[in-house]
């Protein structure tokens, strides 16, 4: 066994649990702590400042500057009372990361030595290097400049001595260079949309929020192993690896028992979770081994979205404490699942009402029909974009396999949701209703709550699957930015609810009853959407025809499911939400074929570097010893005792010969295969080239790598096997 590999081994075989330090009280008295929320913002801001935030989280309404240096005022006194001594405009660039910029509370004073100041100014902007960011082609190189704003809809929060002020990130022309931008505009286009039409229903609605519950997936790996596999520090996911003759075929991983070290990761991680006023509910086991799983309470998308993210960096950062390493890569691993996470989405109004969940009158179930339908048609319409949201190089890997939603969008409604639309559909015609058939359907209407009483089973394989108040996008992968999926959502479910209000208005115009002139629409629309409900199996091959046929969009290539960004359809859904101009449009296109293209770069030279500098070496090792030991017994044993004894080493000689010269080979075309591709300037060809050219290498040299750690001497494995890095904790 190499030095490395079992130095590792021995230090994981040691490792006892981290003891976590708790404070002896309840959560709720230490729950949000290093949060600036509303009741500290009422402590330190006086009520003009005070009233002016929630003036714009909630009407959106512009700070004044003299109100901006009170509100600054009370978050510096609030925070170095907090130990803070430094802050920063913490921001979401296009890489599914976040950004800081930490500058000290320090500047000089008049009279000479040091003050503590933090101006209105500093609040609301700050300007960092806009040029090291990417920007699909806004922004040249030379062209450094760009501006963070405050967000006042997320509150700040202290990390590490920190305020961390939430921003958005634009460029010096006003082109946002983020992923919060846009969500922002989707949510106020959504509220508008869906405030317009819950006025059928209740005039005194006067907003609709989004509402996002994640659920986030991910490993640990011991922190000694994972140093000792450079594919796992460079890339996030193990490039090489014999599947463990152990893995998750017996089923008993799955809400099993937590193991003591991970069980103090997660009290540690929890602790520091409800510290920052993430509201942290439940962990269990995942399905593979070593997968685990966190979730919290649901909240308004843009606090949930960054609430993900800076859970994404305590984790890691409480990881290193227990001297463990997280993988958020959506499959770390081959043959076991791999990682997503779930974004459970929903409507809610400012009167309390869940748009999503049915009512127990006939009103507010047409309104939750009303909703549910203009969910499914705007998923319909833009099935493809929905996909290219959650499509990405690591994501790939997990979409399409047998422990994630297949790449194909539909809509799970279950069998009591569906059969009741099919019921409207039938029911209603192009006809006016009589009196008697208005009662029977109102009748119906009315028992839809009854009908969903613990009856919405759940599907497993749909990627947009309704689960009795709210919808599940479960092909959202496990290390991205939930904005740019509720982005897109957001959006198109207010592009339809616009249409919808159009269409119902022209029919009142014409004089049709309201209730009447709605269900018309909804029965169209239900008509119009059945493509995309589906309640069997997705992972079958019969749903991937079937889709074909129905029109929904199949293709899994990467680069082109990424540009449906760029369809007319997509165009006019984001320019008329006014949640993207023509040009960001051509640019995060741009970025996005760019992250592939790098991602792939990467894995393809750690694979070489793999195989040339470990693999190769030991099964050239390895196969010396055994010519040795052949010429051995040829010295020393008879033509026909030799043939009998020394025939199956020298079949394993030859064996690996075959296979070292595979993967020679294969890295040597895998390297020419990628200078051609980088010779290509387009970003979308380049991509296409490095998927259809490059990338196929990847699985034929492993695949040779594979079959030679499972005839090497184990002793001589240089890199810990799959069965050391899922089993041993």
Not at 69 to 96: N, R, S, V
Not at 259 to 275: F, G, I, N, S, T
Not at 536 to 549: I, L, T, V
Not at 710 to 717: L, P, R, S, V
Request: proline share 4%.
């Amino acid at each position: 066994m190499s030095h490395l590999r079992l130095k590792a081994l021995e230090m994981t075989l040691t490792r006892k649990p981290v003891e976590v330090k708790m404070p002896d009280v309840k959560t709720s008295d230490y729950y949000g702590m290093y949060v600036f929320d509303k009741p500290k913002m009422q402590k330190y801001l006086s009520r003009e400042a005070y009233e002016a935030v929630i003036s714009s989280i909630e009407e959106g309404k512009r700070i004044d500057r003299k109100i901006a240096d009170q509100i600054a005022a009370g978050m510096k006194a609030w925070a170095m009372e907090m130990g803070a001594t430094h802050y920063t405009h913490w921001f979401q660039p296009l890489t599914d990361a976040t950004a800081e910029k930490h500058d000290a509370f320090i500047d000089y004073a008049d009279y000479g030595g040091m003050v503590e100041q933090f101006s209105g100014k500093l609040l609301v902007q700050q300007e960092p290097d806009a040029s090291s960011f990417p920007s699909g082609g806004l922004r040249s190189t030379f062209e450094a400049r760009g501006y963070t704003a405050w967000d006042p809809s997320s509150p700040a929060f202290i990390l590490d001595r920190t305020l961390c002020i939430p921003s958005i990130f634009i460029s010096y022309t006003g082109e946002p260079l983020d992923m919060k931008t846009p969500l922002l505009k989707a949510l106020h286009a959504v509220d508008k949309a869906a405030v317009d039409v819950c006025h059928y229903f209740d005039k005194d609605v006067k907003k609709v929020y989004s509402y996002l519950g994640w659920e986030q997936e991910y490993f640990l790996v011991d922190e000694a192993l994972y140093l000792c596999r450079p594919d796992l520090v460079l890339t996030g996911r193990t490039l090489i690896g014999r599947y463990s003759a152990k893995n998750q075929q017996l089923e008993d991983q799955y809400f099993g028992a937590i193991p003591q070290r991970v069980a103090a990761y997660m009290k540690d991680l929890e602790y520091e979770c409800w510290k920052l006023g993430i509201p942290a509910k439940t962990k269990h086991n995942e399905v593979a081994p070593n997968q685990y799983e966190i979730a919290p309470i649901h909240a308004e998308v843009s606090l949930a979205v960054d609430q993900n993210l800076l859970l994404m960096t305590l984790m890691r950062k409480v990881a290193r404490r227990h001297n463990f390493r997280v993988l958020l890569h959506e499959k770390p691993f081959a043959g076991i699942n791999g990682s997503g996470k779930h974004n459970n989405w929903s409507l809610g109004t400012d009167t309390g009402v869940n748009l999503f969940a049915p009512s127990h009158n006939p009103k507010g179930n047409l309104q939750f029909l009303t909703f549910v339908v203009n969910t499914l048609v705007a998923v319909h319409k833009h099935n493809a974009l929905l996909k290219a949201s959650v499509a990405s190089a690591g994501n790939a890997h997990r979409l399409g396999a047998n422990e994630a939603p297949p790449s194909i969008v539909s809509v799970f409604l279950g069998k009591q949701v569906s059969e009741m639309l099919d019921q409207i559909e039938a029911k209603l015609s192009d006809k006016k209703l009589s009196p008697a058939e208005k009662t029977a359907l109102k009748l119906d209407i009315g028992r839809i709550p009854e009908i969903l009483l613990d009856t919405t089973d759940r599907n497993r394989t749909s990627p947009f699957a309704y689960t009795g108040n709210r919808f599940e996008f479960r092909a959202v992968g496990s290390s991205m930015n939930c904005a740019g999926a509720m982005t897109v959502l957001n959006a198109a479910v207010a592009e339809q609810l616009v249409a919808f209000k159009n269409e119902v208005d022209g029919l009142l115009e014409k004089g049709m009853a309201k209730d009447e002139a709605i269900l018309q629409v909804i029965r169209r629309l239900i008509k119009e959407s059945k493509p995309i409900r589906f309640d069997g199996n997705g992972y079958s091959e019969e749903w991937h025809k079937e889709a074909e046929r129905r029109g929904l969009d199949v293709e899994k290539s990467i680069p082109v499911i990424t540009e449906n960004y760029l369809k007319p359809s997509s165009r006019k859904l984001f320019i008329s939400t006014g949640v993207f101009s023509e040009t960001e449009l051509e640019s995060r296109n741009e970025v996005k074929h760019e992250i592939f293209v790098k991602k792939l770069q990467i894995e393809g030279r750690v694979l070489s570097e793999l195989v040339l500098n470990y693999i190769i070496p030991t099964a050239t090792a390895y196969q010396t010893e055994l010519i040795k030991n052949v010429q051995g017994l040829k010295e020393i044993l008879s033509d026909k005792d030799f043939n009998e004894m020394a025939g199956s080493k020298i079949a394993l000689i030859k064996e690996i010969e075959d296979r070292i010269k595979a993967i020679k080979e294969g890295v040597d075309q895998m390297t020419e295969e990628r200078k051609k591709a980088n010779e290509i300037e387009h970003a979308r060809e380049k991509a296409l080239a490095y998927e259809q050219k490059v990338f196929p290498w990847f699985e034929k040299i492993r695949k040779q790598v594979d079959m030679l750690e499972a005839i090497i001497d184990d002793e001589k494995w240089p890199l810990p096997k799959y069965r050391e890095l899922l089993f041993i904790r």
